[in-house]
């Protein structure tokens, strides 16, 4: 039952850094896995980043070392903080979130398009 809500999308040059967030609400059920999914076109989805409800995270291996994910608890929500920005970061970036009885939530989406 959950509703995820992304921002924080845009326009970037590269070598900049942008910021997304995600809040998730309306379900009962604890959120046990929040995470970052993109997709270009003509592409499938991708995983980018997850964070546990117990703090351990996961990278794709094309954005370690540039972005961090990030997660608030109490808020139920999740952030991306995408620094070293490349053309090929340019997707579609989804929230995805799985609730303790093992469901899956996912996001409208925020265009990130980095520019060389």
């Known amino acids: 039952q959950e509703r995820l809500v992304e921002s924080g999308g845009g326009l970037a040059q590269a070598g900049g850094s942008l910021r997304l967030s995600c809040a998730a609400s309306g379900s009962t059920f604890k959120i046990d896995v929040m995470g970052w999914y993109r997709q270009a076109p003509g592409k499938q989805r991708e995983m980018v980043a997850s964070a546990s409800s117990g703090g351990s995270t996961n990278y794709a291996d094309s954005v370690k070392g540039r972005f961090t994910i990030s997660r608030d608890n109490a808020k139920n929500t999740v952030y991306l903080q995408m620094n070293s920005l490349k053309p090929e970061d340019t997707a579609v970036y989804y929230c995805?979130?799985?609730?303790?009885?093992?469901?899956?939530?996912w996001g409208q989406g925020t265009q990130v398009t980095v520019s060389s």
């Open positions: 995805h979130c799985r609730n303790s009885i093992y469901i899956d939530y």
